[in-house]
């Protein structure tokens, strides 16, 4: 009887391949059967989650600048608070608890990105305007990702690593069947939270190892503006693991296209030039910046562009699959659609008809929002402002979806402040400038944000939920609660910070909402913005895609900084190192599942030990290692530790043929 239990809760071993011609995907949960998923249980623990972590990533994120990943977290107190209540057969309700909890993360990176921004600037937004904005954002962010559920995670098996979503699946497998498999995620998971905690806590060694830690290599820094960094850290490195070699690839070579070849040439061609058309504050030449200063102030424009034609590029070559949404909505609408009855529970989603409506219907309440409550009941700025929120929205859903699939890492700032820019460009335009422009415009990218945040969150449920076999229809419905409620506690605690501590100053951290804020004054005073940067990574990106590349992958290597490109190919490497060894397939394959597992523990362990360490700092439990971190002895020690970890990593992952 218990090896039938534990069978029943084994990844099939197709999980993460693609398919051959003809076979299916039969996940852990029988398509057959109903499973408990939607309960009292489920949901009360969901909506417990989605407060608690709502709450705890605002503050965190305001207070220390710090943002955390909410998912594994969950997915662990999940698996805990079910082992406790000896709750049997709780796979279902772990993941209904999961989606319903990771809203959390969603609508808080998608709030405190853009809206404290109108405190900064000295403009009113009360609470409902800042939890309607939220709200709205997240439901669209739902709708808009629906229809494409089926593409990115049954379509496209075994094409996508997406990183987040094999951890959090691994995690609750785990937790779900114990023993053997549980061992290697749960030590890992020891391992690289402790390494990652010491790091961020303690700081006993740098987190980053640079070139510059060598005379030579301070020296190419400070004149050629040449600069190697790799971030060192535990999950990180297991992030790359499961990216894989061929993503990682992709996106480091971006990186080091604008590191090693844009970064260096704009110091050779403009060194005693200031280039601030579209920023004021840059005061400084571009010869006397460091490496890091050009890369922030102008070379990560041009992967801005990029991901933005990436976008466009997306939806051109999904219009069949939009073209198949939208049809399909249409026919169910005239009561013509298919038998809900006849689909499979594990591909139900909601109705066509429903997410039809319920989209015009959002997007209706937020012109209406627009039109009263923020453009003074001027028709055209509404109109005008609905039209590029829903285009916007609607034009990056699936990039934010496809970043997640392909790194685990929504660029959502970056589309945010291409929508910022946009959007005060256009209202500019139409007449709607000054104080009143401003909170319009960050309103408006406050909804996009959201709904960009939200959808490549939700892309993430949606895969586990895949892999697991649960019902999507009910993670869909589920969802929306956990929006409005994650909505409200975000817009209180940003007002209770805001009254506390303001955000005028720097008692609060607030880093994307300050360079929000910087970025949005200028323009709606008439500043231009860098459409030459990003019309250049607009050309790179269709270039790549001419040439069959990954114009996304590359795009967001461009707009990542180097340090977390870098140890993705470190851990892709190790994944085609230890998949690759050994003449027998079987055994190969035996230690490439063996690392995902390690890998999964990796990730869940640093993002469970980050909350704690944000948590410590918060609390005001804080170790000051500035000025060790500024001895390049701290950076040797950090390698040291980092090919320290590696060697465990690939050590860990022996499998002999005889222990098959």
Not at 101 to 115: D, E, M, N, R, T
Not at 314 to 327: D, E, L, N, T
Request: positive net charge; aromatic residues 10%; charged residues 15%.
């Amino acid at each position: 009887m218990e090896n039938k239990e534990q069978e029943a809760v084994k990844l099939p071993e197709n999980a993460f391949r693609e398919l051959k011609d003809g076979e299916e995907y039969r996940p852990v949960m029988s398509p057959d059967r109903v499973y408990a998923e939607v309960n009292g249980w489920s949901v009360t623990w969901g909506v417990l989650m989605v407060v608690l972590f709502s709450a705890a990533a605002a503050y965190l994120g305001l207070k220390v600048g710090q943002v955390f990943e909410a998912a594994i977290p969950i997915a662990i107190i999940a698996i805990g608070v079910s082992s406790a209540a000896k709750r049997k057969n709780a796979l279902g309700e772990n993941v209904i608890i999961q989606s319903i909890g990771a809203c959390s993360g969603a609508v808080v990176a998608g709030a405190i990105f853009v809206l404290p921004a109108i405190y900064m600037l000295d403009l009113h937004a009360d609470f409902l305007k800042v939890f309607i904005a939220s709200s709205l954002g997240g439901i669209l962010g739902i709708l808009f990702l629906i229809p494409f559920r089926k593409y990115f995670v049954k379509d496209m098996h075994g094409k996508y690593p997406f990183p987040e979503a094999t951890a959090t699946t691994q995690v609750l497998v785990s937790g779900a069947k114990g023993g053997n498999q549980a061992k290697p995620l749960l030590f890992a998971g020891v391992v690289g939270g402790l390494y990652d905690f010491i790091v961020a806590t303690f700081g006993l060694w740098n987190e980053n190892f640079t070139s510059r830690v060598i005379g030579w290599g301070q020296q190419i820094a400070d004149h050629a503006k040449l600069v190697f960094k790799v971030n060192t850290g535990a999950a990180v490195l297991g992030l790359g693991y499961i990216v894989g070699l061929k993503y990682a690839s992709i996106i480091c070579f971006g990186s080091l296209t604008v590191w090693w070849v844009i970064v260096p040439l704009m110091a050779l061609f403009f060194p005693d030039t200031v280039l601030n058309q579209w920023d004021p504050s840059i005061t400084t030449t571009v010869g006397s910046m460091s490496a890091e200063d050009i890369f922030s102030h102008y070379a990560r424009n041009i992967g801005i562009g990029g991901i933005a034609m990436a976008g466009i590029i997306g939806i051109i070559k999904s219009w069949g699959i939009i073209k198949s949404a939208v049809g399909l909505a249409a026919r169910e609408m005239k009561g013509k659609g298919s038998d809900e009855k006849a689909v499979i529970r594990t591909q139900r989603d909601i109705s066509f008809k429903i997410i039809a409506i319920g989209s015009i219907l959002t997007i209706l309440v937020t012109f209406l929002f627009f039109y009263a409550g923020v453009m003074n009941f001027n028709l055209l700025h509404a109109v005008v402002a609905i039209l590029l929120v829903a285009v916007i929205a609607f034009l990056f859903t699936t990039v934010a979806a496809n970043a997640i699939a392909i790194v685990g890492s929504n660029p959502v700032s970056g589309m945010t402040l291409m929508t910022l820019i946009l959007a005060s460009v256009v209202m500019v335009a139409v007449g709607l400038k000054g104080e009143a422009g401003m909170l319009a415009a960050l309103l408006m990218g406050a909804v996009v944000c959201t709904a960009l945040s939200m959808s490549g969150s939700f892309i993430t449920d949606l895969k586990i939920g895949y892999w697991l076999g649960t019902t999507p229809k009910k993670q869909e419905s589920w969802k929306f609660l956990g929006t409005i409620i994650s909505a409200a506690t975000v817009a209180g605690v940003m007002i209770l910070l805001n009254k506390t501590y303001g955000f005028q100053g720097d008692k609060l951290a607030a880093p994307q909402a300050h360079a929000m804020a910087a970025v949005i004054a200028p323009l709606m005073n008439g500043q231009g913005a860098p459409w030459l940067l990003y019309g250049i990574g607009a050309l790179i990106a269709l270039i790549l895609d001419r040439c069959k590349v990954s114009a996304l992958a590359f795009a967001l290597g461009m707009f990542i900084p180097m340090q977390l490109n870098i140890p993705l190919v470190v851990g892709g490497a190790i994944n085609w190192f230890v998949t690759s060894r050994s003449k027998d397939a079987e055994v190969n394959k035996a230690r490439g599942d063996k690392g995902t597992l390690i890998a999964s523990g990796f990730i869940a362990g640093g993002a469970l030990m980050g909350v704690v360490s944000a948590l410590l700092k918060f609390g005001g439990i804080e170790f000051s290692y500035d000025a060790w971190w500024a001895n390049h002895l701290s950076e040797l020690l950090s390698l040291g530790a980092y090919l320290l970890l590696i060697s465990y990593f690939i050590i860990a992952t022996r499998v002999k043929k005889e222990d098959l």
